[in-house]
């Protein structure tokens, strides 16, 4: 049997890794801890994040409807996938956030209906 090797000794920047990782662990803990105890008696999981102010807020139901609207027509414009007109593949690369190349061979595997290629990709609409 061979002689045991002893393991090197970490670098100080390694270790001031290990620390910095440790103090964000435990931060992040402290901040779960806080929320939770905020948050309690509540159904609802703890998140770190809120929505942005952005989010349309549910409690409107009139704002709600009229988002609902403004994504239907938007999907009603861009009904498909059209690889052959240069602004529906700018629109679809930058709303699916993909290349042109990836949103080509997603459209040949999954067909040019939107929520398809969405789909294949691993995206939303």
Do not use: C
Not at 46 to 73: E, H, M, Y
């Amino acid at each position: 049997m061979a002689p045991h090797k002893p393991m090197p000794k970490p670098s100080d920047e390694q270790m001031r890794e290990a620390r910095h990782s440790d103090q964000s662990q435990a931060e992040k803990q402290e901040d779960l801890d806080i929320a939770l105890r905020d948050s309690f008696p509540a159904s609802d999981p703890v998140a770190l994040t809120q929505p942005t102010t952005a989010t349309a807020s549910l409690d409107s139901d009139k704002s709600a409807k009229a988002g609902d609207r403004t994504r239907d027509k938007l999907l009603q414009k861009h009904d498909r996938v059209n690889l052959s007109d240069d602004d529906e593949v700018k629109y679809w690369t930058e709303r699916l956030g993909v290349s042109k190349t990836a949103l080509s061979e997603a459209v040949r595997e999954a067909g040019f209906f939107p929520a398809d290629v969405a789909h294949h990709l691993g995206k939303t609409l």
